[in-house]
């Protein structure tokens, strides 16, 4: 019986050598106290590196129409039809609201009110169509004033940046709507908004940037 037990602790031994946790010569490394969180979310820093582009793009565009109007003695050129700066800058305070609108919706999905979320993001989008509306009619009053695009650079500067600062504003007013129609359906709340977060980051970046250049291409 002594042989036999004496036989039983030499066969566990090995064991409990193999079982022992070693690293180093020491006890394995405690986990961490808490996991390391992402800095922000990937869409939100995609969206930050988007905006980052397009703000590079708006400034060579600038660059570009600000060495055509200091090297111009006379601006704009003569014989062409000066721009409605009255009729624009009613037109830029709709588009300042709507930014306005934006946020609040932000705050009223944080705090849980999804049908006040709902009404914002509908007069955000009105406010958007409204704007581009205006500008529509501006155009065409325009052209058959004779401002074309081929009619001078004044002209072909004209319509490229505020064309194009257009087209963001529509592509925003399409994204707007996607995130009203999925903010009818429930899809954000308080802890999940990803999708209207960034939505409005787009928004208020056309909307910021549409004053700087009504004071550079109507005012200046």
Not at 31 to 37: D, Q
Not at 147 to 153: A, D, G, M, P, R
Request: aromatic share 14%; hydrophobic share 50%; charged share 10%.
């Amino acid at each position: 019986m002594a042989q036999s037990s004496t036989a039983r602790k030499l066969d566990d031994a090995p064991q409990r050598a193999v079982l022992r946790p070693t690293f180093g010569g020491g006890n394995p490394p405690r986990p961490p106290v808490r996991p390391n969180a992402p800095f922000a979310n990937n869409a939100w820093l995609a969206v930050l590196m988007f905006l980052g582009a397009e703000g590079m793009f708006f400034a060579g565009l600038i660059g570009a129409y600000l060495v055509f109007r200091i090297g111009s003695q006379v601006w704009p050129p003569p014989f062409q039809p000066r721009l409605p700066t009255a009729l624009t800058a009613a037109n830029t305070m709709i588009l300042l609201a709507s930014a306005v609108t934006m946020r609040l919706g932000l705050r009223a999905n944080r705090r849980g009110d999804r049908p006040l979320l709902i009404r914002l993001l509908s007069w955000t989008a009105v406010a958007g169509a409204v704007f581009l509306l205006i500008q529509g009619y501006e155009w065409l009053q325009l052209l058959h004033f004779g401002l074309t695009v081929s009619s001078s650079v004044y002209g072909g500067l004209f319509y490229t940046i505020i064309g194009f600062h257009a087209a963001h504003v529509f592509g925003a007013l399409i994204w707007l709507v996607v995130v009203w129609l999925k903010a009818r359906r429930g899809r954000y709340t308080k802890e999940s908004y990803v999708g209207l977060q960034i939505c409005a980051m787009y928004w208020t970046f056309v909307v910021a940037l549409w004053p700087l250049l009504y004071g550079l291409v109507y005012l200046y």
